[in-house]
């Protein structure tokens, strides 16, 4: 599909041409399907959504050669149905044809997330850059609404201290500084991964789909640039993009690998100190605002087949992650809306890995997972200003909590067991979408002020004196057992609240 249009490095327009066809999708759909041109042209459906929308709704097609001279000799048939859905609908747009939710773009609402690249500069030298060019800093955000900017007004993120916050729509990529990998374009949503993660310096740590790489080149800020920071991707042609993008950003500790995730033996001698996973496995994307869910009804069981097909590859991956023997943490992370994704893969995990258990994460975050997993953290463009984003850490148990759990005869995660995730599946049957959060961070391209890990050890009680002989004989046996039960029952309920 990048091949079509000849824009070059220009991946502004690229980006824009992905989110504008998407968000046509249905309308798309049916025009070709009411033309039958995928039998007429032998195309698959994606790319020729592509060269639809570009020749009959967008400025005409970018594109030369054989792939313009096929599409204008279908032209008047496509132009034809376009008119006919138009008159059938009574609007004289096309954008009328769209619905109510996708005529205002949400996405042109949302701040312009900057992260300082902190390999290569500071945060404060990169606000006194901004300040010379003349931006107005107006000091750190304290709460969301001093998230909504305007004009040449900037902030620190709330959140996240090596973010900057813009206002909708300023444009940084031919900035200097983004040119010199001094600062990254990228959501604040894909900054939590590895912001959560966050590998202590000299870690061993594993990105298991690491293209592009922006959360890559996060961790590797976060390590310092020290230890050793393992990547994967199966598509060589991402991974020679990510490739460079770290060269701009000055990362040395990777060590990148064109090779399939579930294909690494977590057993083998490099990786036996690996103790930190990031996990972002491919999903439906359907929390980036170009890439919301619009499905017609004929669509929906195809939908409904493709979540499951996802969820199966998703709990795959993340089943293989938790295989790595000195494996302490993973952050398991998707840029999905659906439960079948978030919530639903997680809890399947828990239930398969009796060994690990979830930690809470940034109790002041506004958006929760679904119940009982509101551990972990959901994003969305209403409640965090970020695009739909769910994030997930996982923990290896210590010996005493093994033990626990092994008496439990009841697990809360139950309820939320997907029917459909299942490791026996055929993961290869999963479909790439148009686009997914890897290929927006390549156009939108630390340590946590707050440590989220789960306090360990009991908290002494004092007991009171007894005036009663008797009673001081019975009664501290009888608070003993009952501080043990009610202590149990305490962690039981932690572990998935």
């Known amino acids: 599909m990048f091949r079509l249009i000849s824009l070059g490095t220009n991946i502004k327009q690229l980006f824009a041409l992905v989110c504008e066809t998407q968000k046509f999708s249905s309308i798309l759909q049916e025009i070709i399907e009411s033309t039958k041109l995928l039998k007429q042209t032998k195309i698959k459906m994606n790319l020729a959504k592509v060269l639809v929308y570009d020749l009959v709704i967008g400025k005409g097609l970018k594109c030369g050669g054989a792939w313009k001279a096929l599409m204008m000799k279908h032209r008047s048939r496509l132009q034809a149905a376009l008119a006919r859905m138009k008159i059938k609908q009574k609007v004289s747009r096309n954008q009328d044809l769209l619905s109510s939710s996708l005529q205002q773009p949400e996405g042109d609402q949302l701040p312009r997330y900057v992260r300082v690249n902190t390999l290569k500069t500071t945060v404060e030298d990169a606000i006194d850059y901004f300040k010379r060019e003349g931006f107005s800093y107006l000091g750190q955000a304290y709460r969301l609404d001093d998230l909504n900017l305007k004009g040449k007004s900037f902030v620190g993120d709330l959140h996240l201290s090596d973010l900057l916050v813009f206002s909708p729509k300023t444009d940084f990529h031919d900035h200097n500084l983004y040119k010199a990998g001094h600062i990254i374009l990228q959501d604040k949503a894909s900054c939590l991964p590895a912001y959560l993660l966050n590998p202590p310096t000299g ?21 310092k640039n020290k230890g050793r920071l393992f990547a994967f991707d199966l598509d060589a042609k991402r991974l020679s993009t990510m490739s460079t993008l770290l060269l701009r950003a000055g990362v040395t500790c990777q060590q990148l690998a064109n090779q399939d995730f579930l294909k690494v033996d977590p057993d083998g001698p490099q990786y036996k100190d690996v103790e930190y996973i990031l996990l972002d496995p491919s999903c439906s994307g359907s ?6 869910d619009e499905a017609s009804p004929s ?3 195809q939908h409904k087949r493709r ?22 943490r993973v952050v398991y992370s998707t840029c999905s809306i659906h439960t079948e994704e978030n919530e639903q893969v997680v809890a399947a995990c828990l239930l398969q890995n009796p060994g690990f258990r979830l930690v809470p994460l940034l109790l002041q975050w506004p958006e929760r997972g679904l119940a009982p997993l509101t551990k972990c953290l ?7 200003l970020t695009h739909g984003f769910f994030v997930a850490l996982l923990e290896r ?3 005493e909590r093994l033990e626990e759990q092994a008496s439990e005869t009841l697990n809360p995660v139950a309820e939320m067991s997907p029917s459909s995730p299942s490791a026996s599946k055929d993961i290869h049957e999963v479909q790439e979408p148009i686009s997914t959060t890897k290929d927006i961070d390549m156009a939108e391209e630390a340590k946590p ?12 009680k004092k007991r009171k004196k007894k005036k009663d002989g008797d009673k001081e004989a019975l009664e501290p046996k009888a608070t003993e057992e009952q501080t043990n039960t009610s202590g149990r029952a305490k962690r039981i309920k932690a572990k998935v609240e």
Request: overall charge positive; proline content about 3%.
């Open 203 to 223: 870690s061993h740590v594993l990105d298991a789909c690491a293209a592009p790489g922006n959360k890559t080149s996060h961790l590797a800020a976060i390590m």
């Open 287 to 292: 929390g980036m605002v170009c890439l919301r």
């Open 299 to 301: 669509q929906n069981e």
């Open 307 to 328: 979540l499951q097909a996802l969820a199966a590859f998703q709990l795959h991956c993340l089943n293989h992650a938790l295989r790595f023997p000195r494996l302490q």
């Open 378 to 384: 959901r994003a969305s463009t209403t409640k965090t």
């Open 397 to 399: 148990h210590t010996a």
């Open 449 to 460: 002020t707050e440590e989220n890990t789960e306090t360990s050890g009991g908290v002494k």
